[in-house]
């Protein structure tokens, strides 16, 4: 955990193989499971946001061979505040289809 800016952007590009500007979030487990960074970059400049728990763990799984999981804003939540997120296949959901200016259902 003692990277930065250009520590963890070279960490995205060369290891996970992905752009580290294309507007993504990138998230980083220490070994423990008490400290993680997210780098991001916001358009005109990276941004890295640390957090450390004082008590306990966070809930994450130990990493898998890829080490790379997709995360939705809801999981990135529900991981901050501690609830125990599984990478399960989400439920379908009903939702309206938009086309051409029309709703259809």
């Known amino acids: 955990m003692r990277r930065s800016f250009d520590g963890l952007s070279a960490l995205v590009r060369n290891r996970l193989g ?12 220490n070994r423990r499971r008490t400290q993680l960074k997210v ?9 890295v946001w640390s957090k ?3 008590q306990g763990q966070f809930a994450v799984q130990p990493s898998t061979r890829a080490g790379v999981v ?28 938009v086309h051409s200016g029309r709703i259809s259902i």
């Open 18 to 29: 992905h752009d580290p500007l294309d507007g993504s979030g990138f998230l980083f487990v």
């Open 39 to 47: 780098l991001y970059f916001d358009g005109d400049g990276f941004c």
């Open 52 to 54: 450390r728990l004082e």
């Open 70 to 97: 997709s995360l939705s804003g809801t999981g990135f939540q529900a991981l901050l505040e501690g609830l125990q997120f599984e990478g399960k296949k989400r439920s379908k959901r009903w939702s309206r289809e």
